[in-house]
């Protein structure tokens, strides 16, 4: 199995930053895209920002110029730098990873973390 573990939210004023990680542990062979999404009290969840194992990455129109994401494949885990957060940027955070378990496959399997909990106040 695969799990993700994410920490490092919390409260935080309107201007303020804080970084949420995510760490992937278990049996697998490879971890291709990692992503951050997010879901606000009634909203569907939604792709934050996104990154692939050579580094290329994707961002929600909404969070370009404010937040950055990255990634340590030796530590299988990815990061969300968030700046200038915004009131409307409260939501839980999840983290999810689109895993190959085993080398002979083709596949591909995407797994969630748990959900951290960012509230920006304002």
């Known amino acids: 199995q695969v799990q993700l573990v994410e920490s490092g939210g919390g409260l935080v004023q309107a201007g303020g930053s804080l970084r949420v990680s995510c760490a992937a542990s278990?049996?697998?062979?490879?971890?291709?895209?990692m992503g951050w999404y997010r879901q606000a009290p009634g909203q569907q969840r939604e792709l934050v920002a996104a990154i692939t194992r050579g580094g290329g990455t994707n961002y929600a129109v909404s969070v370009m110029g404010r937040f950055t994401i990255s990634r340590d494949n030796a530590k299988n885990t990815v990061y969300l730098q968030m700046n200038s957060l915004k009131p409307e940027d409260t939501a839980v955070y999840y983290c999810?990873?689109?895993?190959?378990?085993?080398?002979?496959?083709?596949?591909?399997?995407?797994?969630w973390g748990q959900g951290t909990q960012v509230t920006v106040s304002s």
């Open positions: 278990g049996s697998f062979f490879r971890i291709n895209v």
């Open positions: 999810n990873a689109d895993v190959t378990r085993y080398y002979f496959q083709a596949s591909s399997v995407g797994y």
